[in-house]
């Protein structure tokens, strides 16, 4: 598709939480119907120049614009129709997806998905480098496609796969540079940073510009884990990010010991909680305890409802009982940053998935009850995973800000979260790209099945 470089986006609605508060208030006279209003929608005409948001101004509801100061330019028509910034993806496992048909979880739980990890990784060692390679490029142009501008994702670290794993992450962020951030996370029991070779395991990581994580569980040693994390991290200037509560055992109190440990050690770089899902099976005094010191910590939550939603509660025979997922509403409104994300994808831990944050946020809405009034929620899969990854300059619509923009046919969010908006336009440095699915059939000579 060939577009001009210079033109207006006319028409369009995008979430007022993007809009500079200056701007609002500047457009606060201007009628807006009673829609918009409940959705916090901001109706505008963008001009997008050389790959950059040049100028925003306001509308007024289906006044095509007569003030557009530049008519020759090209327009393309919106009608109506929400623009987002493009998506960041915070926590994936780009290195376990599209192993379905060689590896499926046929009971469905947390065991299975474990059992099928390791089926797949140590006992049949399938994670060579073309396998890693193609399956991994797979979720990123599948995340591209849907618009997603950066993703972190946590690579498996058992000692025989780890080197063919950063490899291969390393050469991925350089060949998708400019079409996605990439950030890496390792992913290993946090037993193995007081080993031997736990501080070699760090360096590595800081080698690879990654970040330190893994799986915290309720053990007595768990506090002289996180101390030892703390002190590799700080030395090397990392973050850290872990995998936290997965499961619905009230007992499980991780969460709370990583943001009781970051108190304690004073730990500054950013902490990112994923998944905190026992913290929604625990007394309201105990789990209010946990949002305090979460929030004191600046500890980052990252939920992941899809994936939740199908490990949690799952028992032979029988229908779930609960969600899966954490108190996402409490956690903000407490004033932490609550990211939303794609977690698994077609892999053991979650049976289907599609690296898109639309059915993420839409899945999440509907899961957590985000809906009427929205709020800001949008930010969840945009903003805040961004600012939780460092990257101050992806997630904005403003002006001088790069033309990253997912537009939408959908006028409102309940046009939005009812269909798959498989027709969005997507942009990227103000030109439309090319948003076909790669084919299925691409991985099938890496997956023959079991
Ligand atoms: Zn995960």
Not at 62 to 78: G, R
Not at 298 to 324: F, H, K
Not at 420 to 438: E, S, Y
Request: overall charge negative.
């Amino acid at each position: 598709m060939t577009e001009p470089s210079h033109y207006w986006i006319v028409n369009t609605r995008i979430p007022d939480c993007f809009i500079d508060s200056a701007m609002r208030e500047q457009a606060r006279d201007i009628p807006i119907a009673s829609t918009l209003q409940r959705d916090r929608l901001f109706p505008c005409h963008l001009e997008i120049n050389h790959g950059q948001i040049a100028a925003i101004i306001p509308n007024a509801i289906d006044s095509i614009s007569s003030q557009i100061p530049t008519e020759s330019l090209p327009i393309i028509d919106a009608k109506q129709g929400m623009i987002i910034p493009c998506f960041v993806d915070l926590h994936t496992h780009l290195d376990k997806g599209h192993i379905w048909e060689r590896n499926p979880n046929l009971d469905g739980t947390f065991q299975g998905a474990l059992n099928g990890i390791y089926r797949d990784c140590t006992e049949q060692r399938n994670w060579n480098y073309d396998d890693l390679y193609r399956r991994m490029e797979f979720g990123l142009k599948c995340s591209y496609a849907h618009g997603t501008r950066a993703i972190r994702t946590h690579l498996d670290c058992p000692p025989h796969q780890f080197e063919t794993t950063f490899q291969v992450f390393r050469e991925l962020r350089d060949q998708w540079k400019d079409k996605i951030t990439l950030q890496a996370v390792s992913l290993v029991p946090l037993s193995h940073f007081v080993t031997d070779q736990g501080e070699q395991f760090a360096d590595a990581i800081a080698d690879l510009g990654g970040h330190m994580g893994g799986i915290a569980h309720m053990l007595p040693e768990l506090d002289d884990y996180l101390e030892r994390m703390m002190t590799l991290a700080k030395e090397r200037n990392l973050g850290l990010d872990f995998h936290t509560d997965e499961t619905d055992n009230p007992e499980s109190r991780t969460l709370h010991r990583v943001a009781e440990a970051a108190l304690k050690y004073d730990f500054k770089s950013q902490i990112v909680c994923g998944h905190c899902c026992s913290l929604a099976v625990q007394d309201e005094v105990t789990a209010n305890e946990t949002i305090a010191l979460v929030k004191q910590a600046n500890v980052g939550i990252v939920s992941l409802p899809m994936c939740n939603l199908y490990l949690q509660d799952r028992i032979e025979a029988r229908t779930p009982r609960w969600r899966g997922v954490t108190l996402v509403r409490e956690l903000e409104a407490a004033g932490v940053n609550v990211a939303l994300s794609s977690d698994n994808c077609r892999d053991p831990f979650y049976g289907f998935g599609d690296h898109d944050l639309l059915e993420v946020f839409s899945m999440g809405t509907k899961i957590s009850h985000l809906d009427t009034p929205y709020g800001n929620w949008i930010e969840s899969v945009t903003s805040r995973p961004a600012s939780l990854m460092g990257l101050s300059n992806i997630g904005k619509i403003a002006i001088s800000a790069t033309a990253d923009l997912v537009l939408f046919k959908a006028r409102s969010y309940s046009e939005l979260l009812s269909r798959h908006q498989g027709d969005r336009t997507v942009f990227r440095n103000g030109m439309a790209i090319a948003t076909t699915l790669p084919d299925y059939a691409e991985l099938d000579d890496l997956l023959p099945q079991e």
